[in-house]
């Protein structure tokens, strides 16, 4: 599992699903952001500008590969290398939702740059981080499955 770490709230619980299911977990983030040593855990450390985390891990993954980011752009780039991705709230993204996803980030940069304020992302919930866990384990439980 590689992790997009630079603002990823749901850290220790890839971590446990990673030792639960004996899967290496690829943390990366920039120098800006700490990062725990832990058994199974690999920690890459990029340097601090803006998509050097993102580049990172779109130049490191391949298929077959599991991605965590809240970052459409990244999801989008990884999804066309048949990298499966899901974001810390537990949403798996796919070719029609990051479409989808992808517009309305444009739509909302527009307004943003006429002036107009537009809502950001909810807090993050209790709710969030168990729909992340459970979908994950779902998820891993079926892979062994087929293995």
């Given at each position: 599992m590689i992790v997009d770490?630079?603002?990823?709230?749901?850290?220790?619980?890839i971590v446990l699903l990673g030792k639960q299911f004996q899967?290496?977990?690829v943390m990366v983030a920039s120098f800006d952001h700490s990062l725990k040593?832990?058994?199974?855990?690999?920690?890459?450390?990029?340097?601090?500008?803006?998509?050097?985390?993102?580049?990172?891990?779109?130049?490191?993954?391949?298929?077959?590969?599991i991605l965590i980011t809240h970052d459409f752009g990244l999801a989008s780039?990884?999804?066309?290398?048949?990298?499966?991705?899901?974001?810390?709230?537990?949403?798996?993204?796919?070719?029609?939702?990051?479409?989808?996803l992808l517009e309305n980030r444009h739509e909302s940069?527009?307004?943003?740059?006429s002036g107009h304020f537009t809502k950001?992302?909810?807090p993050f919930s209790k709710e969030d981080r168990n729909n992340f866990l459970q979908t994950m384990t779902?998820?891993?439980?079926?892979?062994?499955?087929i293995e």
């Open positions: 770490a630079d603002a990823c709230p749901v850290k220790s619980e899967i290496q977990v040593n832990e058994d199974g855990v690999v920690n890459i450390q990029v340097d601090r500008s803006d998509q050097s985390a993102d580049l990172y891990i779109s130049n490191h993954i391949s298929a077959g590969d780039i990884c999804l066309g290398k048949s990298v499966k991705v899901i974001s810390p709230r537990g949403k798996f993204y796919n070719e029609q939702s990051i479409d989808f940069a527009k307004k943003r740059r950001g992302p909810k779902n998820f891993l439980k079926q892979l062994q499955d």
